[in-house]
């Protein structure tokens, strides 16, 4: 059983909780309704299929209050003071987004003790604080990953089984409706290195914040055009790549949560990460280039 900390999730941009700690922590440790409402905690989660292998164990969060409540939910054992309480009481770690980006200084600890560590997407705002994090890892030998769960989910999936049926992918384009551009539009981007591959070397976009179009563009010749709104359209999540032979697409993307944790833990067993430490700076690296498209 591996010993999961969780860092952040229990207090969220002034909200109680955030959806992943609570998805996550109802995967792994399982969901108490009848906690959570004397906990005045939000219902999310409690559908999702549990999986074995591992347990979250400890928790850190800056709101205090909020970090016990949670532990008390989801059965957590302990609510530490500090990312280092929490590192020497953990095999692994699971850094939940809560937006503020800035992970490095709070996922150290745990790093330069080689522990395994998921950080929530996007790795970091910027690619070279993004090189950063994965220099340290590879310093301390520690695994590392951080990426959209949609790399793993059925829909991503689905979609490779396709591959062989359609001659290969020669074109993927992508609708994502999601709200913040900082936050989300990694789903695109990575969907795109997953199902095409790594080594883009062409990023040209129009559009500003809430409606952006991307094209990425491999030395080969294949591309990916990315259509990365906000709520203002409801577009869904959808994805179509085309080949010699014919589309392939979907619009469900499927169980996005368990198989992502299912990678993290085997990366935790086996000490190799699922993705190579370059892919990770990559995805980065492309949203800030589509960020500073004029």
Known sequence: MVRIGMLFGAGSKGETGSFHSN????ILNGFDPARAQAEDWPQIGGDQPRIDGGRIVSLWDPDRERARRMARVYGIERACDSPEELADSVDAALFVEDGSFDKLPHI???????????????????AEEAAEIVDLAHRHGAPLLSCSGWRFCD????????????????????????????????????????????????????????????????????????????????????????????????????????????????????????????????????????????
């Open 23 to 26: 998805v996550w922590a109802s």
């Open 108 to 126: 150290r600890p745990l790093l330069e003790r080689g522990l395994p560590c998921y950080l929530d997407k996007p790795l970091a705002q910027r």
């Open 155 to 294: 829909g991503a999936g689905y979609l490779r089984e396709q591959m062989d049926q359609i001659g290969g992918a020669k074109l993927l384009i992508g609708i994502i409706s999601m709200s913040s551009f900082d936050v989300y539009a990694i789903h695109g981007v990575e969907m795109a290195l997953e199902l095409i591959g790594s080594g883009v070397e062409e990023v040209t976009g129009i559009g500003r914040e809430g409606a952006r179009v991307a094209c990425l563009r491999w030395s080969d010749g294949r591309q990916a055009v990315l259509h990365l709104y906000d709520r203002s359209i409801r577009a869904g999540r959808r994805f179509i790549i085309y080949g010699p032979d014919g589309p392939a697409e979907t619009a469900d993307l499927g169980e996005i949560h368990p198989p992502l944790l299912e990678r993290f833990l085997e990366m935790c067993r086996t000490r190799e990460s699922p993705l190579d430490n370059a892919e990770m700076i990559e995805a980065v690296e492309i949203l800030e280039r589509i960020r500073e498209q004029p």
